[in-house]
């Protein structure tokens, strides 16, 4: 049985309270996105492996989980309302700890980035000042609908992926690659979007003014669709010109499956974005590696 003290509220948090903070179901697309990255260089070797390892380490538990415990600091109110829970509210997780995990963990990614050269270094800095703009006041981003999903998609998509390139290109990767990065994150602005379907009645109680609460599900949920769909196809577009023409066929089968996901995340935004989460988010990350080896392979397939 856990003992709290008089006032609800544990005196130090035990390691299943530490990882709940970190909430490691949301490394997933970072780590995955850097693979993504190293995978369209086409350099990747056994000597490499060390490197890419340190990198999907770094983007998930470390810079992903250290973005979580931010959050959920800065976010402890509106938890309060939303999700009571979790550690902070609860109590299982006293208010000073949350903060002091969330500052080592940003000055041990910096640390870990060092070792990645130049660029994966600037990538961390870039990600650890991010996480903090995202939640903190006075900047704390999370509060526009339109700033907070972007800049999370370019952090989460965007940012590893370059990451992944650079630290394998040692330099600045290719055009395509930075361009077919960009626009997956572009794309996972209507991810963050559908991730805010969970929190309405504490956003809106607490000022924060995501998609959801300002233009109401039903619509947030169409622009959320439409923001994905576009970039993909846009992706589409490139690779088929840039003669990737069984690649290009690949996404846009996967892009198919997620606007037929679509139809039904529609009919009730609120009650699908959860399944939507689990069915249509698979299929875009699916896209992803497919450019990813489609960049890497630098094929033309007729």
């Excluded at 299943?16 to 693979?35: G, H, Q, R, Y």
């Excluded at 415990?69 to 006293?94: F, L, Q, T, Y």
């Excluded at 209507?190 to 805010?196: A, E, F, K, S």
């Excluded at 066929?249 to 689990?278: C, E, T």
Aim: one cysteine or more.
């Amino acid at each position: 049985m856990e003992i709290l003290s008089k006032n609800n509220v544990r005196s130090h948090p035990n390691i299943m309270t530490t990882l709940e903070l970190i909430k490691p179901i949301t490394w997933f697309p970072p780590m995955w996105a850097f693979l993504c990255g190293a995978v369209s260089t086409g350099l990747i070797q056994f000597e490499n492996l060390g490197y890419i390892l340190l990198g999907i380490i770094l983007s998930g538990p470390v810079v992903c989980g250290m973005s979580q415990a931010a959050n959920d600091w800065c976010d402890r109110h509106v938890d309060a309302i939303n999700e009571p829970n979790r550690p902070i509210p609860s109590g299982r997780m006293p208010e000073r700890w949350g903060l002091g995990i969330a500052i080592a963990m940003s000055i041990l990614s910096l640390l870990i980035g060092w070792f990645l050269g130049t660029w994966g270094f600037i990538a961390t800095i870039t990600a650890v000042i991010c996480a903090w703009l995202y939640s903190a006041e006075p900047f704390r981003f999370k509060k526009s609908g339109i700033f907070g999903p972007f800049l999370v998609g370019i952090c989460y998509e965007g940012l590893p992926w370059f990451t992944g390139a650079a630290v394998l290109s040692i330099g600045i990767p290719s055009i395509k690659t930075i361009i077919v990065a960009f626009l997956y994150a572009v794309g996972a602005f209507g991810i963050m979007t559908l991730n805010d379907f969970k929190a309405i009645e504490g956003d809106k109680q607490m000022g924060v003014n995501s998609l959801p609460v300002v233009l109401g599900a039903k619509s947030a949920a169409k622009l959320a669709c439409v923001v994905m769909i576009i970039p993909q196809i846009l992706v589409v577009w490139f690779l088929f010109n840039w003669n990737l023409f069984l690649y290009s066929f690949f996404v846009i089968m996967s892009l198919g499956f997620q606007i037929a996901a679509m139809k039904k995340l529609l009919k009730d935004p609120a009650q699908f974005a959860p399944w939507y989460n689990r069915t249509g988010i698979t299929l875009y990350v699916f896209g992803m590696m497919v450019s990813a080896i489609a960049l890497g392979s630098g094929a033309e397939i007729i």
